[in-house]
C-alpha cells in the first residue's frame, strides 16, 4: 500500500524521525498545525478547484474513448460501412494451424458489390 508515492515503512520510518526531532510536544503541536492548515487549503475556493480539476483529468481518458466511438460509429453510418465490412471480411483468410510454414494464403476476392440504391 503506497500513500503519496511512498511506502508503509517509509512512512514510519519517517515518522519515528519526526519524533525523534521535534519530540512528543512539539510533533503534537505541528501535527494539530498542519491539520489546521490542510482543513483550511480544502476548504478554501482554490483547494477545489484543483480537486475538480484532478477529477475531471483522471476520467479524461474514458470521456475521450467514449466521444471517439461516437464519432467513429457516426462516421462509419455516414459512409455505410456496415454494408461494406461482411464483404471485406469474407476477403480475408487467416492461416490454417495445419498449414505448412512458408504458405501465404491467397485471398478469394468476391465481385464488387452493387452500390446501395438511394430512393
Known amino acids: 500500500m503506497k500513500i503519496f508515492g511512498i511506502g508503509l515503512l517509509e512512512l514510519v520510518f519517517l515518522l519515528l524521525l519526526a519524533l525523534v526531532i521535534f519530540g512528543p510536544k512539539d510533533l503534537q503541536k505541528m501535527a494539530s498545525s498542519l491539520g489546521h492548515t490542510l482543513n483550511k487549503w480544502v ?4 483547494g477545489q478547484t484543483i480537486f475538480s480539476f484532478s477529477r475531471r483529468a483522471r476520467t479524461l481518458p474514458q470521456t475521450l474513448m467514449r466521444e471517439a466511438a461516437k464519432e467513429k460509429a457516426a462516421l462509419e453510418k455516414e459512409i455505410g460501412l456496415p454494408e461494406i ?23 478469394q476476392v468476391p465481385p464488387d458489390p452493387e452500390p446501395p440504391v438511394d430512393e
Open 43 to 46: 476548504s478554501s475556493e482554490l
Open 85 to 107: 465490412q461482411p464483404w471485406v471480411e469474407d476477403a480475408i483468410i487467416l492461416p490454417s494451424p495445419d498449414m505448412p510454414a512458408g504458405d501465404e494464403p491467397v485471398p
